[in-house]
């Protein structure tokens, strides 16, 4: 019965929340641990969880050695399955409420520079496909400020060329439409015409058909994407990450420091609250103060 229950928790957040597979693995994960503590204590029912219970498991947790922000994802997990379980009536009372996440110290995000960014975008060489597949990849990337998983799951479709815009799947299956820049653009119009040469791609003509492709033709996978983005920023920088995110990062980081509103940048990220684009404005006031004190004589 309690397996059913994960079962049918799973399936609701792939169809009804449509969460990604990473994030459904995490829960699961999460759940499963609590599931072999239950049944460590010979507690057979999700009704017969109560709060301190939920606090002995993740006290236990802690001594495992999880980090307090792993213990935060996994209060999240229990929240979201507790409350899944309450609106199904299979319990009568959540006992994830008076749960406390515990405070994590907020990191300020890794971001390039605008030169940085300009040195790794003209890195690739564009003799080949797969030069000007990774130039556009790296155009898009820094021009729209998507996340990994919705460039890869770009279509030819989604790209309109006249109004300059990209529709874009994302978290939770939510749709929006962002600007694109006139040099993404033309990456973009160079990669597809430099593909039908080349002859990867046979139906050239549907445009349902991914935007970033394998040699194979097939839809460009976020572990290859990954390696792209490494391969190319390990020629101009020196920072320690060099993810797909970084370029996201820098992307806000640049839109702010040339005046952008923040409600903007919020909407042009696809956050849901305003408070998680917030973390930009505190690099934007890092670089504002390391500005200050190099140019200011009484700094």
């Known amino acids: 019965m309690v397996n059913n229950h994960l079962r049918s928790y799973l399936e609701y957040l792939q169809h009804e929340r449509g969460f990604s597979r990473h994030t459904i693995l995490a829960y699961q994960n999460d759940i499963s641990r609590l599931l072999e503590f239950l049944s460590s204590k010979r507690i057979e029912l999700f009704s017969g969880v109560t709060k301190n219970l939920l606090r002995d498991f993740l006290g236990k947790s802690l001594e495992t050695g999880l980090t ?62 797969e030069g000007l597949r990774d130039k556009a990849l790296l155009e898009v990337f820094y021009s729209t400020g998507i ?13 309109d060329f006249a109004r300059k815009t990209v529709k874009v799947q994302g ?3 939510k749709q929006r439409i962002v600007p694109i820049g006139r040099k993404a653009l033309a990456a973009l119009r160079q990669y597809f015409h430099k593909v039908v040469d080349a002859g990867v791609r046979q139906k050239i003509a549907d445009r349902k058909v991914p935007v970033f492709i394998t040699k194979r033709g097939e839809r460009l ?22 993810s797909p995110h970084v370029i996201r990062h820098s992307f806000a980081t640049h839109l702010l ?13 696809g956050h849901e609250s305003l408070s998680t684009t917030q973390i930009y404005t505190h690099v934007s006031t890092e670089r504002m103060k390391q500005v200050y004190r190099q140019s200011h004589p009484k700094a």
């Open 68 to 129: 307090r922000k792993s213990i935060a994802r996994r209060i999240a997990s229990l929240r979201s399955f507790f409350k899944f379980l309450y609106r199904r009536k299979l319990i009568e009372v959540n006992p994830t409420l008076s749960l406390v996440t515990p405070k994590l110290e907020r990191r300020l995000p890794t971001f390039l520079d605008e030169q940085t960014i300009a040195q790794a975008i003209d890195a690739p060489a564009v003799d080949t496909w």
């Open 147 to 159: 996340r990994l998983s919705e460039l890869v799951g770009l279509n030819r479709i989604d790209i």
């Open 171 to 173: 978290k939770g299956n």
């Open 221 to 242: 996978y976020p572990v290859a994407v990954s390696r792209i983005v490494r391969k190319y920023l390990d020629r101009v920088s020196e920072a320690e990450k060099k």
């Open 257 to 269: 420091n040339r005046g952008a509103d923040l409600a903007a940048v919020k909407e042009l990220l």
